[in-house]
């Protein structure tokens, strides 16, 4: 829908993740996210941008734990690296993002081409 105006996605506290847990996919939500979750990731994110690509043990523990926290609890952390069939780099960054930003899947519904009308390109 091109030049229709939409409103803004709504925040949206809730992050979903799936793990294989016992040969079944098991769906998780962390619901209800908390102003201290969000600051922990934001600590969390400005540690892993001090030295990227570099993260030592004791940082993935700390990574890994604040997942588990952030879902209630639900699993633990060896459920989470053995049923995670993604690669931690990738997830566990864009779930601490999501924590900070307090949305998931509301990025989709963004609009299609977000350039106010004013600032559009003027026919000449």
Same mark, same amino acid.
């Given at each position: ?29 962390? +619901? ?46 060896? +459920?989470?690296? +053995? ?42």
């Amino acid at each position: 829908m091109r030049g229709a105006s939409r409103a803004p996605p709504e925040r949206i506290s809730m992050i979903q993740l799936t793990l294989r847990l016992n040969g079944k996919d098991k769906h998780f939500t962390a +619901d209800g996210l908390t102003m201290r979750a969000s600051v922990t990731a934001y600590k969390l994110l400005a540690k892993m941008d001090e030295t990227p690509g570099e993260y030592p043990p004791e940082m993935i523990d700390e990574l890994t734990g604040f997942v588990v926290q952030v879902f209630g609890e639900k699993f633990t952390v060896d +459920d989470l690296l +053995d049923g995670c069939k993604d690669s931690f780099f990738r997830v566990v960054p864009g779930m601490l993002r999501a924590v900070v930003l307090g949305v998931n899947e509301a990025i989709r519904s963004f609009p299609e081409n977000p350039m106010p009308a004013a600032t559009a390109k003027k026919k000449g």
